[in-house]
């Protein structure tokens, strides 16, 4: 694998990093708490590196090919966005300087950005679709490395950019509470319409 396919790659994937969805709303809500954002970007991309190892394997062909799993991931994934949602929209966050950390709160974080990411069934569907494309067969490589390689790529993007929406967050915010609630209820709703366009598309077929 050349470097001009590394670069190709990940112009295509940065693409996808920078637009905002439901990994963005969650790093929002992480940068309104305190402490919590590298945990939970750590979450976040914990589930990118599940969805690249389940695609290297070769699993994800498997799995597209069955539209019952495939319709399992996809409710898991609306339930629980829908879930956190409306969690967030009933007790907005709001950027405390003296919040004291909570007992395990680093591990929840951590755990349910691995939901929020690895339960997506659109970030499985991304990799599925990108990562062989950009494998090549002849490579000295073995595919299977390559995607991982290649995942690796999208994930340092994504790790990169979720850090700065976390921080930058959390610094713009802090000084104004009231706008960080709006802003928390704002991620929250994003996470509500995620999940219903997930559903709606599952239902439609």
């Known amino acids: 694998?050349?470097?001009?396919?590394?670069a190709a790659f990940w112009g295509v994937s940065i693409l996808f990093v920078i637009t905002p969805g439901a990994d963005w709303a969650y790093a929002?809500?992480?940068?309104?708490?305190?402490?919590?954002?590298?945990?939970?970007?750590?979450?976040?991309l914990s589930g990118h590196l599940l969805a690249t190892m389940v695609v290297a394997g070769g699993v994800g062909t498997l799995i597209a090919s069955h539209p019952v799993a495939m319709s399992v991931l996809t409710v898991a994934g609306a339930g629980y966005l829908l879930w956190l949602g409306a969690n967030m929209l009933a007790r907005p966050?709001?950027?405390?300087?003296?919040?004291?950390?909570?007992?395990?709160?680093?591990?929840?974080?951590?755990?349910?950005?691995?939901?929020?990411s690895g339960l997506n069934p659109k970030v499985f569907l991304l990799f599925l679709a990108l990562l062989p494309q950009f494998a090549d067969a002849t490579a000295p490589w073995p595919v299977p490395m390559?995607?991982?390689?290649?995942?690796?790529?999208?994930t340092f993007s994504c790790g990169v950019i979720y850090l700065l929406v976390g921080f930058g967050s959390q610094a713009v915010l802090r000084a104004r509470p009231d706008a960080a609630r709006q802003v928390s209820r704002f991620s929250g709703a994003v996470m509500i319409i995620i999940a219903?366009?997930?559903s709606i598309e599952q239902l439609c077929g």
Do not use: N, Y
């Open 1 to 6: 694998m050349t470097l001009s396919v590394f």
């Open 28 to 44: 929002i809500s992480a940068g309104l708490k305190h402490r919590v954002v590298v945990p939970a970007v750590g979450g976040l």
């Open 93 to 116: 966050s709001t950027p405390r300087a003296d919040e004291a950390q909570v007992s395990g709160s680093w591990e929840r974080w951590a755990f349910r950005g691995l939901c929020v």
């Open 146 to 154: 390559q995607m991982i390689a290649l995942g690796l790529v999208h």
């Open 196 to 198: 219903l366009v997930l």
